[in-house]
C-alpha cells in the first residue's frame, strides 16, 4: 500500500441534486481520515455544486474531449470541466472504451488535453474476461496502458494515477485474486518504471478498480503495489463509501 492511499468515487451516470448529500457526508467524514486522499467523480451536470458542496476531498471528471472548444455538440473539454471545479479526469474507462469505441490513441490524446487544462488524469486500463483466460491479461494491458499515456506527461508522479480495472470485475461482484491483482499491478509498476524511471515511476499510484465493497476493501487494498480503489456502485452512499475509506486508514496504518 503507497504511503498515502487514494480512494476515487466514479458515480457513473448517477446522480441529480438529492446525491449532493452524499458528497457533502463524504466529505465531512473525510476531513477526519485524513491519511487517505478521497475524491469523487460525479456526472458533468454535479461536478460544479459538488465542488462548491466539499471543502477536503478531490471532485473530477469521468471524461472529456480531446478539444478545448469547437463544433462537437453535446461533448464537454477539459477547460470546461476543469472550469467547473474538475480537479482532475478518469480516462479511458472500460465503459467508454465499449460503448464510445475509444481507441487508445483518442484516451491520449484526451489525456493530454486534461493535463492542458491543469488537470490530473486517472488512466484506466483492464482485460476482459476471454483475454484473461486466454492467459495474455498483462501483455494486453501494459500495451493498451503504454497506448495511451499522453506525450506531454511532464510529472508523472504528481499528474498519474493508473487504475487497474478487469471488465469482467465491473459491478459484478466478482474480483481476481489478490495474488493476480499483484501480479498485474507489479507489471504496470514495471512498465511505469522503463518508461518514467525508478524515481518517478515508483512514484504513479496505481488504483484497483472493480466491485470493490466495505467487505472486501482491506484485502484488496492490501495486494502488492495497491495503491487504493476506483469505485463505482460502492460510491453511491456515503455509508458504503465510507466504509471503504475507512479501511484504506486501517492498511495506511498497519
Ligand atoms: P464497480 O465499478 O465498483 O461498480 O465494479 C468500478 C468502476 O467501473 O470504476
Redesign the pocket.
Known sequence: MAERPYIVG?W?MNGTRAMLAQARAIDRASQNLMKVEVAIAPPYTLIHATHREVEQIGVGAQDCHPDPEGAHTGDISATMAADAGAKFAILG?S?RRQDHGESNALVAAKASAALEAGMRIILCCGESEETRDAGKAESFVTRQLKASLPENLESPEESLTVAY?PIW????GRTPTVEDIGAMHSAIRALLVELYGEEQGQLVRILY????KPENARELLDADEVGGA?????SLTAESFLGIVMAAADTADA
Open positions: 466514479n457513473k474507462h465503459e480495472e470485475a465491473i459491478g459484478t478498480g472493480g466491485s470493490v476506483l469505485v463505482g456502485g460502492a
